[in-house]
T-cell receptor
């Protein structure tokens, strides 16, 4: 059971480049989300999805796009990277049945540097 | 979103000392979750509290949810070097937010032998 898998683990981008952070889960979770973590800021929600074909914005969505074509995958796209997007990115997933009692599982993170 | 505030931001203790981190909200919380993140690692779910005045224990860790459901605490008895990391509290949102988490900024714990 792989859980939540994120790739790549490390990436360096030049300003203006585009890239996609991949996230896959094998637990048949309906809810998936992306967070970014910056020093002293905790984790902030970028985008989330409540099921295949459904996505919505979180607290800091600007500069990022997402899609959810399958239950398993929830990629995060940076269309034109900026130095302000240098951060650690975490994908997370959980079951949908109830809002309480369902553990949220995090991937191991993707360290992104934009120069 | 509604923020949860955590104090202290940092705590440095000697191994064997106790440690407590506090999580506060200006509004009533339906639930509070606690996570631990080791240096260089990812957040790992520890526990969820939902009932007023609830107290849960996991070995040396004691979690409390305030009577008014506006605050919570995590207490570690007799810290060990393996307790090093950042402890986050988080409020889990409603279904219309995808049950997304609203995190506090965390308390970083350093334990020296």
């Amino acid at each position: 059971n792989a859980g939540v898998t994120q790739t790549p683990k490390f990436q360096v981008l030049k300003t203006g480049q585009s890239m996609t952070l991949q996230c896959a889960q094998d637990m048949n979770h309906e809810y998936m989300s992306w967070y970014r973590q910056d020093p002293g800021m905790g984790l902030r929600l970028i985008h989330y999805s409540v099921g295949a074909g459904i996505t919505d914005q979180g607290e800091v969505p600007n500069g990022y796009n997402v899609s959810r074509s399958t239950t398993e995958d929830f990629p995060l796209r940076l269309l034109s990277a900026a130095p302000s997007q240098t951060s650690v990115y975490f994908c997370a997933s959980s079951y949908s049945q109830t809002s309480s009692g369902n553990t949220i599982y995090f991937g191991e993170g993707s360290w992104l540097t934009v120069v | 979103g509604q923020q949860v505030m955590q104090i202290p931001q940092y705590q440095h203790v000697q191994e064997g000392e106790d440690f407590t981190t506090y999580c506060n909200s200006s509004t009533t919380l339906s639930n509070i979750q606690w996570y631990k993140q080791r240096p260089g690692g990812h957040p790992v779910f520890l526990i969820q509290l939902v009932k007023s005045g609830e107290v849960k224990k996991q070995k040396r860790l004691t979690f409390q949810f305030g009577e008014a459901k506006k605050n919570s605490s995590l207490h570690i008895t007799a810290t060990q070097t393996t307790d090093v990391g950042t402890y986050f509290c988080a409020r889990r949102g409603l279904e219309n937010s995808g049950y997304a988490l609203n995190f506090g900024k965390g308390t970083s714990l350093l334990v020296t032998p």
